[in-house]
């Protein structure tokens, strides 16, 4: 029963399958503010300047420039108070020539004023008078129409992943819904004879199924919504009409196969049956995670993960992310938390392989360390003492204790 | 008008802050496969081993290690097959001395035996008898009881800020459903005279509130809840009560200040008469975001935003965030997102000043560089086109182009 797949480097299989998906068709209009972590559908333009006037960003006194040229401490300008601009209003009054206008950080400046002088480089006169201490250039402590944004202008481009300040620069033009794209929906089945529910009491060699529960955080965290379809036991048909099940109501669907070469192969037929073109992967130079499966059928991709837990979370992320958001449309989706550190034991590979290593980080006399978390095999409480992982690429036999490497995050989740 | 209140560096400020915090009483008891991102409010310990039996990590044949020693490929260890492990039940024959049994990944090992063969290491010799062509030690290739968790064990400790690994490892053990620390609910409130929301159309001299929703996001990313009392007008009476109604429904309360000193000056009077100890720090050494007020009243935080968009952002991931990991009692929220770079323009600072310039990432020749976003002041669409922050640190007078830098990252949000 040796493992006869050919297996693929993991960018390479990345590519062939994100490579056949197209994001998923259709659009929700929903409110700005409910828009936080969701794809933009299409381009949004901007319906208006930002801002629609001209405001001071400092408190101080609206001037006409040139009527300041040549001011100092020592020979200050005079300059007449026409008034205060109010907030909130356009000032009722123009400024001419000879004349200033106090004026708040925010606040339209009055016709005719074309900069602001600072309150700290003025001096109060007499009344109805101020002294300006230095010359101001036009424009000066001023933003003008349009300065944030011009009308028509790309604010958000079709594909962008919606941050906080994204959701701020929609409301700031009065956008107060857009179309986003739908969240995909992953149908998840955990199969095996040995897995039995969180809630059931466990008889001697039944495990409880993990998968479904890390994978559902996993969908969450990279924009699906994921729908449990349950435990499948190891039975050819009933696997089948559930894939089936998963097909017809979700845009992928993910099982996580079980750990046994038979279950894996059981697996492998179940979802090179389910239409054309079938299994694009089977196989993948990566540990953990070597016995991914890779699949099309009937336009949506289907997905046979590792058993372990370990394994599967690592294939997910690497591989069924980037897929996620090719079918939500996502150009820019916020790349996993990495920061640099020392490692702290030797890593062993073989090449020709990719390895990721769980690490713990710890802090050294300043310095951050990748301590390897090495289990009997790969165990789920592995990465629970973990914060992310290490990679040794595919053309590298190990990595030596003392390297720089880079540790790729585990998200916030 | 100058402003005259003393600044504290914002690592002081937040030590300041954060120091007079403690977690929210009361606790949440929620389904574990619903906790993603909710911290864990107590100690959880496994109450079983995990797992309860021992376990094959490989498809092959359980044996006696014993029987094995010595064995090769020339002179195999020829056992007789008692049978087949079943999956999820344990089997109903026990190993006796010369005998194997054939083994599942993840199966449970009949009595007697204490090892496994890969099946890789076998042949298939006559009906009934497996030769085996390597040795194997007690252990090899098996999960023990308890290998993964023992029962007992601390699973998850009080504040962890839960993944989807930490959901996977409590329903391994059967833990159902864990108390989680309340959600800290934060009121925002917007002031002045020149906002409106976002839906209303524009008079000249007014603009839409955007903090209320860029700060919204930052409070769910957080794990907080927002709740939104609306714009208030610049009204000494009208801020003080909507302020206290905030202390009276919510865990913190944030003000967006207004920009104008006066503004400014007229919430941090507000925040000062809502009870002792009140204001605790006035004024940040921080750029953007120096106009920032910090204060405790009625033993709930009151944080004074300054009223740019930019800066709020800046000031709230700095101090708020934190304020709200506090409250939750997480003690080990997610860092923010760090890569390193190449700075592609100078960027210039005053000593006793920290500068937070927003940046976007290029790709150039395969090195990654941060190019400055500059923008006439703080607008909002300086966030848009950048993807993360470098920090200029106090001590420094600026940074020069080529230097390499340490971009906090924007989350995803």
Partial sequence: MPELF????PQAAKDLFCGRLSPLPGEERIPTWDALGRICRRDIFSPSNLPAFSRSTMDGYAVRARDTYGAS?????YLTVAGEAPMGRAPEFALASGQAALVHTGGMLPE??????MVEQTQQAEAGTVEVLRPVAPGENVIQVGDDVKEGALLAPAG?????????????????SLPVAPRP???LIATGDELVGPGESLRLGQVRDINTYTISGLVQRAGGTPVSLGIVPDDREALRRTAQAGLDQADMVVISAGSSVSTRDMTAEVIASLGEPGVLVHGIAIRPGKPTILAIAQGKPVV???GNPVSAMVVFELLVTPALHK???CVDPPGRSRVEAYLARNIASIAGREDHVAVRLEQRNGATWAVPVFGESNLITTLMKADGTVVVPLDKLGLPEGEKVTVDLFGAG
Same sequence: chains 1, 2.
């Fill in 185 to 187: 929906k992953v149908a």
């Fill in 73 to 77: 401490e020592g020979i200050p300008a």
């Fill in 160 to 176: 962008r992943w919606l941050r906080p300040q994204d959701i701020g620069g929609l409301v700031a033009v009065g956008i107060t």
């Fill in 327 to 329: 079918l939500a449309g």
């Fill in 112 to 117: 005719g004023a074309d900069a602001v002088v």
């Fill in 304 to 306: 046979g993960l590792p």
């Fill in 6 to 9: 050919n297996v693929l480097p």
